[in-house]
């Protein structure tokens, strides 16, 4: 099984942005411990703070993939175009947040990427993708 994990804007900051919401771990160590963990599954990584490079990955492996872990950052409550190039692919995604969003200012209760994908994992700090590559696994 071949699982891209998709980051969005300022994720590549974790371990020091907003670490009270977002936790003191950096992703790449993290990504160590879920290769570990799943290590039957081929797990890839791409981080971008820019939305049409986002789309470029979502599009490049979209038709390949078995699966998308997206972490679409702030473009979760703003991309349309995020949400129609989901539309545009095969590969089920499976949208990932590190806080509870529902539990955040009103503005990050909209997201443009939910309805389009397979569901949607939001509150359990890094613990989210965990949860996410294993909805692959049901
Ligand atoms: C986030 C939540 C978003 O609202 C925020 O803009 C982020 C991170 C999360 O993982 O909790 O950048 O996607």
Known sequence: MKLLILNGPNLNLLGTREPDIYGKE??????????????????????????????????????????????????????????????AITTPVVEVHLSNVFARESYRHESFLTPVCKGCISGFGLHSYHLAIQSFLI
């Open 26 to 87: 950096g992703f790449e160590s993290y990504l160590e411990t879920l290769r570990g963990q799943f290590s039957t599954i081929q797990l890839e990584y791409y981080q971008s703070n820019v939305e049409g490079e986002i789309i470029n990955k979502l599009h490049q492996v979209g038709f390949t993939y078995d699966g998308i872990i997206l972490n679409a950052g702030a473009y979760t409550h703003t991309s349309i175009a995020i949400g129609d190039a989901i539309k």
